[in-house]
């Protein structure tokens, strides 16, 4: 039952924090209080209009508390970004006080002995099909960690790292992205990436992860052989997309 309270709340997690919070308002979040404010009205329906399903007076509490602790870490990281810039420290830390809250909150309505059930009416809806909705779950939260908060924890980790270049066109030294192709390609291809690495690591195919590595290095072939800083930098987030998807599948499936 601790898994499923887990995963509950940690998709509810990553939905509200992630894929209902555009660019837009993360930025502005951290710039006016007011757009956090927002941001953690959103959290708090997401939160709640995800577990309608498995509504229960101690789901709805734990959601409201986790939506409220949320609020005060948010709160907390505006100050520290105000007092010491928006530091790549702060998003780690964010994040991890945000699980840690999670897990806590799991493990007390666990011990506590509640459990997470379908709703009688979507059970019976469901009954002349068999589902399990523990796998099922558990696939919903891992797809959503590979995805977009992927992305956005491997660019905080290596912004540090990106290789620049200086126009030499230009009196002033301007820095531009030495990378080249088109808009987001490179984020859509590291989700594809991590998603492929899951299903291979799901089936026992370890092997074929490689390849999958290898097809990816061949279209930068020529980039990282000339390139010795784009080479490293490559490496260095190839290989943090890689551990990142050996590490989600192994939280969401083998952790507990």
Same mark, same amino acid.
């Given at each position: @039952?601790?898994?499923?309270?887990?995963?509950?709340?940690?998709?509810?997690?990553?939905?509200?924090?992630?894929?209902?919070?555009?660019?837009?308002?993360?930025?502005?979040?951290?710039?006016?209080?007011?757009?956090?404010?927002?941001?953690?009205?959103?959290? #708090?329906?997401?939160?709640?209009?995800?577990?309608?399903?498995?509504?229960?007076?101690?789901?709805?509490?734990?959601?409201?508390?986790?939506?409220?602790?949320? *609020?005060?870490?948010?709160?907390?990281?505006?100050?520290? $970004?105000?007092?010491?810039?928006?530091?790549? %420290?702060?998003? &780690?830390?964010?994040?991890?006080?945000? /699980?840690?809250?999670?897990?806590?909150?799991? !493990?007390?309505?666990?011990?506590?002995?509640?459990?997470?059930?379908?709703?009688?009416?979507?059970?019976?809806?469901?009954?002349? !099909?068999?589902?399990?909705?523990?796998? =099922?779950? @558990?696939? /919903?939260?891992? /797809?959503? #960690?590979?995805?977009?908060?992927?992305?956005?924890? =491997? @660019?905080?980790?290596?912004?540090? *790292?990106?290789? @620049?270049?200086?126009?030499?066109?230009?009196?002033?030294?301007?820095?531009?992205?030495?990378?080249?192709?088109?808009?987001?390609?490179?984020?859509?291809?590291?989700?594809?990436?991590?998603?492929?690495?899951? #299903?291979? =690591? $799901?089936?026992?195919?370890?092997? %074929?992860?490689? #390849?999958?590595?290898?097809?990816?290095?061949?279209?930068?072939?020529?980039?990282? %052989?000339?390139?010795?800083?784009?080479?490293?930098? *490559?490496?260095?987030?190839?290989?943090? $997309?890689?551990?990142?998807?050996?590490?989600?599948? &192994?939280?969401? &499936?083998?952790?507990?």
């Amino acid at each position: @039952m601790l898994k499923l309270f887990f995963l509950v709340f940690l998709i509810s997690h990553l939905l509200g924090d992630f894929y209902f919070q555009s660019d837009k308002l993360a930025h502005m979040k951290v710039e006016k209080y007011k757009f956090l404010l927002l941001h953690s009205l959103l959290y #708090l329906v997401v939160y709640v209009t995800f577990i309608l399903p498995f509504w229960s007076f101690p789901l709805f509490l734990g959601a409201i508390i986790l939506a409220a602790s949320h *609020y005060i870490i948010d709160s907390l990281k505006y100050i520290l $970004s105000k007092k010491y810039g928006d530091h790549k %420290a702060l998003f &780690f830390i964010d994040q991890l006080l945000h /699980i840690a809250c999670i897990f806590t909150a799991s !493990v007390y309505l666990t011990q506590a002995g509640y459990e997470v059930k379908l709703l009688p009416l979507i059970t019976n809806a469901l009954s002349p !099909v068999i589902i399990n909705y523990e796998s =099922i779950l @558990m696939w /919903i939260g891992l /797809i959503l #960690l590979l995805l977009k908060p992927a992305n956005i924890t =491997i @660019m905080q980790f290596t912004r540090k *790292y990106r290789p @620049m270049k200086t126009n030499s066109g230009s009196n002033d030294n301007v820095n531009e992205d030495i990378s080249t192709g088109y808009d987001n390609a490179g984020a859509l291809i590291g989700s594809l990436e991590r998603l492929l690495i899951a #299903l291979l =690591i $799901s089936v026992g195919q370890y092997a %074929a992860i490689g #390849l999958v590595l290898t097809a990816k290095s061949v279209a930068r072939y020529n980039k990282i %052989a000339e390139d010795k800083q784009f080479a490293e930098y *490559y490496l260095l987030g190839t290989l943090t $997309s890689t551990l990142y998807a050996i590490l989600a599948y &192994f939280v969401i &499936f083998r952790l507990f």
